[in-house]
């Protein structure tokens, strides 16, 4: 069966460290909550709100060992009047054996207002 993982975090800045290193941490928790290895991952697919173009979010799997092969692809969020700004969101497409109900959602920083019914 294939899950989708959700996930968001914000960044106070635009800028290069900022965003690779809030990347890192909500990948890093979503793999931890949801026990992932690279290869249960089919694919990521990151955005960014209109705010934040220093670097694509996706370099912040280089810093993952044995992460080469899962197909990324950024693009941009649609720009709604009033979203939250400087967000980064994930969606991860994973093999698993887990119930939908058991997939562990990860929402970090200002995006916990997101999705606070999902946020673990």
Not at 1 to 17: H, P
Not at 21 to 39: G, H, M, R, W, Y
Not at 94 to 108: D, K, M, P, R, T
Request: aromatic share 4%.
């Amino acid at each position: 069966m294939i899950r989708g993982i959700r996930g968001a975090t914000t960044v106070d800045e635009n800028e290069k460290d900022a965003i690779i290193d809030a990347t890192t941490k909500l990948l890093q928790e979503t793999i931890d909550q949801n026990k992932l290895s690279a290869e249960s991952v089919a694919s990521i697919h990151f955005t960014m709100t209109e705010d934040l173009n220093a670097v694509f979010p996706a370099e912040a799997v280089r810093g993952f060992e044995g992460w080469t092969h899962v197909p990324l692809i950024c693009s941009s969020e649609i720009a709604v009047q009033g979203s939250l700004p400087r967000c980064i969101r994930i969606l991860m497409l994973v093999n698993s054996i887990e119930e939908q109900g058991a997939i562990q959602h990860v929402y970090l920083e200002k995006a916990v207002s997101l999705r606070p019914d999902l946020a673990s």
